[in-house]
C-alpha cells in the first residue's frame, strides 16, 4: 500500500537545503511534496563540531544565526526548511545534550507552526536518532546514504552508537548501496536496497538538444575530462587526476563544483597544485539545471575517488548523471562502481591503469551516448520515489 499523501515527513538531512551540489535527499523532498505531503526539511547540524579554523564551517554558522527565530521557511508548495542552529564545540559531553534538546525543540517548534501531527521520523543520517525521543511520530526511518564514520573530524563510536541505535528502532532501514546494505546486514536482517539514481529526465537533455556551451569552455581544447562534484581531500585522488590529464595531449579537465566542502584544515598540497596547472578549468559550482550543457561540450567523466572506507561505501549520483547525459565514465575501481562495463563504465586501480582507461574514452565515438543514455532511464527517480512510497506505506 502506497504512502497516504495525508501523512506529513520530517526528514533530517545529510545536507543543507541551499548546496551547490543536491543529494538524494533534496529529490526526496521536492519529489515526496510534489505528491501532496507536508515536507519539513531540516538540514544538517553536522556529524563533528563546527570548527573555528574552517571558513566553510563559519559561514554555515554565521548563516544559521541570521536566520535563528525565522522558523521554517517555505521552498515549494508543502515543502519547507529548518535551518537548527549547531553548537561550536559540540563534541563535549555535555554540549551534545544540550544541542540533542535545543534540535528537538526547534523542531518540535516547527512542527506546531506547520500544524504538523505524527509525521513519519526519516533520518539521512545517524544523528537523527537525537529526535525519535523528541518528537511524536508515527514511524522511524533510518536512510543510511553514506558510512559517515569515515569522515574527517568525526567521532566514529558516537556514529556507531547513534546508527546501532536507529537500526534497533527504525520500522524501515534503507541503504543506497549494495556495500552499505551488507554492512548494516550484519545488524539487521531486512535492510532494504534503494541504490542511487539520477534525474534522468534532466540529464538526458545533453544528448536530446543542442545546449549553449557555458563561456567558461569556450577557449578549452578537447578532449575536456570532466568531473563534477565537491573537490575534497577526503574523496578526491589528485594522482588519479594527473594520469586523466596525461592521457591524452592536450587535454584539459574541468572541475565544477566546491572545493574542500566536509574537510578539515587546509587543502593539501597535492590538489593546491593541481588547481595551479594550466591544463586544469576549476569554475566552482553551477546550478544543478545547467549541469547538462556541460557534459554535453565535454568527452569523458571522472570519478576519481580514493580508495577509503567512506567511498567504498559511496554509490555517488553523479555515476546515473554522467550516463544519462551519455558520458563514458572513469571511476576509480570500488566495489559499487565495478561490473558496470556494459553501461559505459570504466575502472582502474592505479594512476597507471586510470589514464589507460581515460585513453581509451577518448577515443569513443561520440555516437555512443544515446544508446548510453537511453541505457539509463532505468534508473531514474519516479520508480525510485513509489518504491519508497510503498514502503513507506508499510509502516
Same mark, same amino acid.
Given at each position: 500500500?502506497?504512502?497516504?499523501?495525508?501523512?506529513?515527513?520530517? *526528514?533530517?538531512?545529510?545536507?543543507?537545503?541551499?548546496?551547490?551540489?543536491?543529494?538524494?535527499? #533534496?529529490?526526496?523532498?521536492?519529489?515526496?511534496?510534489?505528491?501532496? +505531503?507536508?515536507?519539513?526539511?531540516? &538540514?544538517?547540524?553536522?556529524?563533528?563540531?563546527?570548527?573555528?579554523?574552517?571558513?566553510?564551517?563559519?559561514?554555515?554558522?554565521?548563516?544559521?544565526?541570521?536566520?535563528?527565530?525565522?522558523?521554517?521557511?517555505?521552498?515549494?508548495?508543502?515543502?519547507?526548511?529548518?535551518?537548527?542552529?549547531?553548537?561550536?564545540?559540540?563534541?563535549?559531553?555535555?554540549?551534545?545534550?544540550?544541542?540533542?534538546?535545543?534540535?528537538?525543540?526547534?523542531?518540535?517548534?516547527? @512542527?506546531?507552526?506547520?500544524?504538523?501531527?505524527?509525521?513519519?521520523?526519516? !533520518?539521512?543520517?545517524?544523528?537523527?536518532?537525537?529526535?525519535?525521543?523528541?518528537?511524536?511520530?508515527?514511524?522511524?526511518?533510518?536512510?543510511?546514504?553514506?558510512?559517515?564514520?569515515?569522515?574527517?573530524? $568525526?567521532?566514529?563510536?558516537?556514529?556507531?552508537?547513534?546508527?546501532?541505535?536507529?537500526?534497533?528502532?527504525?520500522?524501515?532501514?534503507?541503504?543506497?548501496?549494495? $556495500? *552499505?546494505?551488507?554492512?548494516?546486514?550484519?545488524?539487521?536482517?531486512?535492510?532494504?536496497?534503494?541504490?542511487?539514481?539520477?534525474?534522468?529526465?534532466?540529464?538526458?537533455?545533453?544528448?536530446?538538444?543542442?545546449?549553449?556551451?557555458?563561456?567558461?569552455?569556450?577557449?578549452?581544447? #578537447?578532449?575536456?575530462?570532466?568531473?563534477?562534484?565537491?573537490?575534497? /581531500?577526503?574523496?578526491?585522488?589528485?594522482?588519479?587526476?594527473?594520469?586523466?590529464?596525461?592521457?591524452?595531449?592536450?587535454?584539459?579537465?574541468? *572541475?565544477?563544483?566546491?572545493?574542500?566542502?566536509?574537510?578539515?584544515?587546509?587543502?593539501?598540497?597535492?590538489?593546491?597544485?593541481?588547481?595551479?596547472?594550466?591544463?586544469?578549468?576549476?569554475?566552482?559550482?553551477?546550478? #544543478?539545471?545547467?549541469?547538462?550543457?556541460? @557534459?554535453? +561540450?565535454?568527452?569523458?567523466?571522472?570519478?576519481?575517488?580514493?580508495?577509503?572506507? #567512506?567511498?567504498?561505501?559511496?554509490?555517488?549520483?553523479?555515476?546515473?548523471?554522467?550516463? !544519462? %547525459?551519455?558520458?563514458?565514465?572513469?571511476?576509480?575501481?570500488?566495489?559499487?562502481?565495478?561490473?558496470?562495463?556494459? &553501461?559505459?563504465?570504466?575502472?582502474?586501480?592505479?594512476?597507471?591503469?586510470?589514464?589507460?582507461?581515460?585513453?581509451?574514452?577518448?577515443?569513443?565515438?561520440?555516437?555512443?551516448?544515446? %544508446?548510453? !543514455?537511453?541505457? /539509463?532511464?532505468?534508473?531514474?527517480?519516479?520508480?525510485?520515489?513509489?518504491?519508497? %512510497?510503498?514502503?513507506?506505506?508499510?509502516?
Amino acid at each position: 500500500m502506497s504512502l497516504d499523501p495525508g501523512i506529513p515527513l520530517v *526528514l533530517v538531512a545529510s545536507a543543507v537545503w541551499d548546496t551547490p551540489a543536491p543529494v538524494n535527499v #533534496h529529490q526526496i523532498a521536492r519529489r515526496f511534496a510534489a505528491r501532496g +505531503h507536508r515536507v519539513l526539511f531540516v &538540514e544538517s547540524s553536522g556529524l563533528r563540531g563546527p570548527s573555528v579554523s574552517s571558513s566553510h564551517d563559519l559561514q554555515r554558522i554565521a548563516a544559521r544565526l541570521r536566520k535563528l527565530g525565522g522558523g521554517p521557511r517555505e521552498v515549494a508548495p508543502g515543502l519547507f526548511v529548518l535551518g537548527p542552529l549547531a553548537l561550536p564545540g559540540a563534541n563535549a559531553q555535555w554540549l551534545r545534550r544540550v544541542s540533542g534538546w535545543a534540535l528537538g525543540a526547534q523542531v518540535a517548534g516547527a @512542527m506546531r507552526r506547520l500544524g504538523m501531527d505524527r509525521p513519519i521520523l526519516w !533520518s539521512f543520517v545517524p544523528t537523527g536518532l537525537l529526535l525519535a525521543d523528541r518528537i511524536p511520530h508515527r514511524g522511524l526511518v533510518y536512510h543510511c546514504v553514506d558510512d559517515y564514520a569515515g569522515n574527517p573530524g $568525526v567521532d566514529p563510536e558516537r556514529i556507531a552508537e547513534l546508527e546501532a541505535g536507529l537500526l534497533e528502532r527504525a520500522e524501515l532501514v534503507v541503504a543506497t548501496s549494495p $556495500v *552499505l546494505a551488507e554492512r548494516l546486514g550484519g545488524q539487521r536482517a531486512d535492510v532494504r536496497l534503494a541504490a542511487n539514481v539520477a534525474d534522468t529526465s534532466l540529464f538526458s537533455r545533453a544528448v536530446g538538444s543542442a545546449l549553449p556551451e557555458p563561456d567558461e569552455l569556450a577557449d578549452l581544447p #578537447h578532449p575536456r575530462l570532466l568531473y563534477v562534484g565537491n573537490l575534497a /581531500a577526503y574523496r578526491i585522488d589528485p594522482a588519479l587526476l594527473r594520469a586523466a590529464l596525461d592521457a591524452a595531449p592536450g587535454a584539459a579537465l574541468v *572541475l565544477v563544483g566546491a572545493a574542500g566542502l566536509g574537510d578539515v584544515g587546509t587543502m593539501p598540497p597535492a590538489l593546491t597544485s593541481l588547481l595551479a596547472d594550466p591544463r586544469v578549468r576549476a569554475v566552482g559550482p553551477k546550478p #544543478h539545471a545547467e549541469l547538462p550543457a556541460w @557534459m554535453q +561540450h565535454c568527452d569523458v567523466a571522472l570519478i576519481p575517488f580514493l580508495d577509503s572506507a #567512506h567511498t567504498r561505501a559511496s554509490l555517488p549520483l553523479k555515476l546515473w548523471e554522467y550516463l !544519462s %547525459a551519455g558520458l563514458p565514465v572513469v571511476a576509480r575501481a570500488l566495489p559499487n562502481l565495478e561490473g558496470l562495463e556494459r &553501461e559505459g563504465v570504466r575502472t582502474a586501480s592505479t594512476p597507471a591503469a586510470y589514464s589507460e582507461a581515460v585513453a581509451e574514452a577518448v577515443e569513443e565515438p561520440r555516437t555512443a551516448r544515446v %544508446a548510453r !543514455s537511453r541505457g /539509463a532511464q532505468d534508473h531514474g527517480w519516479e520508480a525510485r520515489i513509489e518504491t519508497l %512510497a510503498e514502503w513507506l506505506g508499510g509502516i
